[in-house]
């Protein structure tokens, strides 16, 4: 025999034997399907067994209620602080109308809230309306209504 011809078979002979070891490979790793007897021995009850839906749905009422409930209180307490006179209810609130009064015009701008520094001083900034670019920094006592320009 030839040499080409006698590589070429053991070429073969080999490709051939690697496929026919993966064949084998592949049919002992592969998932087999699983028949209903087995399936059913191996479902539970299910994921709600144990559980008293009527005393859960009862708990989320509750917690709910008592939800709206501090709702409805905190809005009545917000209320009550605000004064008739115009003045402002919250120091935040007073913070941004001090600087309204130093800044003058609000026309093209806002205000805005950004912190508190470690003096309790209101740190607010005014910002152009289009760009919202930052146009001033301002530092406010609220107590002492000071207002700092930074």
């Known amino acids: ?39 059913k ?9 144990g559980l008293d839906t009527n005393k859960l749905f009862e708990n989320i009422n509750e917690s709910n209620n008592k939800n709206e409930n501090e709702e409805n209180n905190e809005e009545k307490a917000n209320n009550n602080t605000e004064v008739l006179n115009g003045t402002v209810s919250s120091k935040e609130d007073k913070a941004i109308e001090l600087v309204k009064k130093k800044w003058g015009s609000t026309e093209g701008v806002y205000f805005s ?16 309306s289009i760009t919202s670019k930052t146009l001033a ?5 609220v107590e002492n ?6």
Not at 3 to 28: E, G, H, M, P, Q
Not at 41 to 49: C, H, K, L, R, V
Not at 113 to 128: F, K
Not at 137 to 141: G, R, S
């Open 41 to 49: 021995q191996n479902n539970t009850d299910g994921p709600n067994e």
């Open 145 to 150: 209504e000071m207002v700092k320009e930074r």
């Open 113 to 128: 809230n950004m912190a508190i520094n470690s003096r309790g001083n209101y740190i607010v900034t005014v910002n152009d």
């Open 1 to 39: 025999m030839n040499k080409v011809i006698k590589n070429s078979l053991i070429t073969i002979l080999i490709a051939i034997l690697v496929f026919v070891i993966v064949y084998f490979v592949y049919d002992i790793i592969k998932v087999k399907p699983i028949n209903m007897e087995q399936a």
């Open 137 to 141: 920094f301002y530092e406010v006592d």
